[in-house]
């Protein structure tokens, strides 16, 4: 098991943007938010190291995205859990692994939407979801041209995976943002 700080250095091997290392950032926050909030506080670390590394290979490998992933965590000396975790949030689209564990589940659903409410709240006279509700988030989420590259219908399967209505995914995934957003800009790992 790799340590935060070392997941860290990895992602950075291969991530140089810091627009991939801050969505990275944001949803290794988010997970351990979820891993903490649903009572998973013993496997938070794994919860956030594997949100940290999700896009490993996005940035210089965009054409091989979670295959590449696959290949580089395992030369990298990660464990199959963790691999599994990475390469399944690509689940339908780029990989065929299947979410199953919740804490995978989680990561398909938000990693997309944690790009959603970040769109959303850069065009907030604020520029912060800390004074976001629910209704504005979900209005943005039917114009499907309002960050058109993130995909509703994964946001949707994701709720499905997790049988939570959507207004409870947007819900909570809007309420960790809330809790992890001071953290983001400048979390060292």
Do not use: F, K, N, S
């Given at each position: 098991m790799f340590t935060k700080k070392e997941a860290y250095e990895l992602l950075k091997q291969y991530n140089k943007e810091e627009f991939h290392?801050?969505?990275?950032?944001?949803v290794a926050l988010v997970m351990r938010y979820f891993a903490q909030k649903l009572g998973y506080e013993d496997e938070a670390d794994f919860w956030e190291i594997a949100g940290l590394l999700h896009d490993i290979d996005f940035e210089m490998?965009?054409?091989e995205h979670c295959r590449k992933a696959e290949e580089l965590l395992a030369k990298s000396g990660a464990d199959e859990k963790l691999i599994h975790a990475v390469c399944c949030h690509g689940y339908g689209i780029c990989s065929d692994m299947e979410p199953t564990h919740i804490m995978e589940k989680i990561l398909f659903a938000t990693d997309?939407?944690?790009?959603?409410?970040?769109a959303a709240a850069l065009m907030r006279p604020s520029k912060s979801v800390q004074d976001m509700e629910l209704k504005s988030l979900k209005k943005k989420f039917k114009d499907k041209r309002f960050a058109a590259g993130c995909s509703r219908d994964i946001i949707k399967q994701g709720a499905q995976m997790l049988?939570?209505?959507l207004d409870e995914l947007l819900n909570q995934t809007l309420e960790a943002m809330k809790a992890v957003e001071a953290e983001i800009p400048n979390k060292e790992f």
């Open positions: 290392l801050q969505h990275a950032r944001t490998y965009p054409e997309e939407l944690t790009g959603l409410i970040g049988d939570w209505p």
